[in-house]
């Protein structure tokens, strides 16, 4: 398994960034995805996740982020938008319930 995610950066306040999440050794279509982070000093949490039919989000990014995924190329988004200096965290992809195993993520930082 591996979950491959990138698209992080350095973005000011109010600014966009696209996430991506390519995965291999699974089909995702077949579970539950999420995108967490993890900001510094913080533990975990779950940002937004996705199955056939139903998306969820955590109130914090309601309204300005968006989950999506592409089948064929067995790979989920994060379309983030506004994005605010209490976003800055690292980003990770997985199944929820998450796997134990936890790839590298993508470090996103909003500038104020």
């Known amino acids: 398994v591996q979950l491959q995610a990138s698209g992080g950066g350095l973005v000011q306040a109010g600014g966009s960034l696209t996430l991506s999440c390519v995965v291999s050794?699974?089909?995702?279509?077949?579970?539950?995805m999420a995108w967490y982070r993890q900001a510094p000093g913080n533990q975990r949490e779950l940002v937004a996740d996705?199955?056939?039919?139903?998306?969820n989000y955590a109130d914090s990014v309601k309204g300005r982020f968006t989950i999506g995924r592409d089948v064929m190329k067995n790979t989920m988004y994060l379309y983030m938008n506004n994005l605010r200096p209490e976003d800055t965290a690292v980003y990770y992809c997985?199944?929820?319930?998450?796997?134990?195993?936890w790839g590298q993520g993508t470090l996103v930082t909003v500038s104020s």
């Open positions: 997985n199944q929820r319930p998450a796997l134990t195993y």
């Open positions: 050794g699974f089909t995702l279509s077949y579970y539950p």
């Open positions: 996705i199955e056939t039919g139903k998306t």
